[in-house]
């Protein structure tokens, strides 16, 4: 039986699909390469969607004035091509398969570019303030969903992010999926995800302790639902040295009875060598998971902040 892997949307020519406005690709190398050994990818093209064909016509996007939404404008004939890009989204939306865990979308395109799209207004030279029609429809519709440019991928605290956010959505859903929407089965991953979110956000970390401390009133799917929205929201905030420290100290403290002299100036030693930054989190984190698992301390062992997402892309 193949093993169930997290789905991606993404767009097409990031895969090498030869989709592009000149018939090329995009193809990126992380992606095709690393990535989809660990992934399922839903490939979309916004713009071969909307019946432009390959070759096409190029297409930038322009504003006619500072109360005006966008429009996608051909840029040799002119032609009007908002409402048809409008009208594409909401159908490529609408269709989106419903376990897409996050999104990777392609930088600078009319179409899928999240941030810093060329915008044409008056004169000839461009201002980067825009987002794709399709990405603007697509992060409005889902708000919570992992989404990320190509580009982004090459940072390691980015790659790491996107991720991170990523696999804590699909583990969720594969949770709700195998316990049957079960509180108890909420309840375990809320469990397992305390000191990840704790690395993000203490206040994040609050809120889901609420909703899951009162959930006998509410149905047990609309908790799972109000949970998913709530946990994507708290792994969005970035995760920070600071945070991160606090974490490793908090679960020193379940060691600090365990521990002789030596094995306590050890590890302290390597967490101010982080907090300095002068160690790596990977490093930080590995030699408090060895401690842990050395001493049997079995509610830290499975926690989801040791390895958030799988081993292969840490430091990517």
């Avoid at 009133?217 to 600071?242: C, D, F, G, R």
């Avoid at 606090?246 to 379940?254: D, E």
């Avoid at 907090?275 to 050395?294: C, G, I, Q, V």
């Amino acid at each position: 039986m193949t093993e169930k892997k997290p789905l991606i949307g993404i767009s097409s020519c990031l895969l090498g699909n030869e989709v592009r406005y000149n018939g090329g690709h995009k193809r990126d190398r992380f992606v095709t390469d690393q990535l989809s050994k660990w992934v399922e990818f839903h490939s979309v093209c916004p713009e071969l969607e909307m019946g432009l064909g390959v070759p096409r016509e190029a297409v930038n996007l322009h504003r006619a004035n500072a109360k005006s939404g966008l429009e996608m404008i051909t840029v040799k004939t002119g032609k009007n091509l908002t409402a048809l890009a409008h009208k594409t989204s909401t159908r490529l939306i609408k269709n989106l398969p419903n376990e897409i865990c996050g999104y990777i979308f392609k930088k600078d395109s009319p179409s899928c570019g999240l941030e810093r799209v060329k915008v044409y207004s008056k004169g000839p030279v461009p201002e980067r303030v825009g987002r794709g029609l399709y990405a603007e429809a697509l992060c409005s519709e889902f708000s919570h969903l992992p989404v990320i440019e190509e580009g982004r991928l090459s940072d390691p605290d980015q790659c790491e992010h996107f991720l991170t956010q990523v696999f804590a959505l699909w583990r969720l859903r594969e949770s709700f999926a195998k316990s049957k929407a079960s509180m108890a089965g909420l309840q375990e991953i809320h469990r397992r995800s305390k000191y990840l979110v704790l690395s993000h956000t203490t206040v994040g970390y609050s809120r889901l302790g609420r909703l899951v401390g009162n959930a006998e009133k509410l149905s047990a799917k609309v908790v799972w639902a109000q949970y998913e929205i709530l946990l994507m929201q708290s792994l969005k905030t970035p995760s920070t040295v600071k945070k991160r420290v606090n974490v490793l100290q908090h679960s020193l403290g379940f060691l600090k009875d365990r521990l002789d002299s030596k094995e306590k100036r050890s590890v302290l030693k390597v967490f101010e060598r982080y907090a300095a930054e002068k160690t790596s989190w990977d490093a930080a984190k590995t030699l408090l998971l060895h401690l842990l698992e050395k001493h049997e301390v079995h509610y830290l062992i499975d926690q989801f902040v040791f390895e958030p997402f799988p081993e292969e892309f840490s430091g990517a």
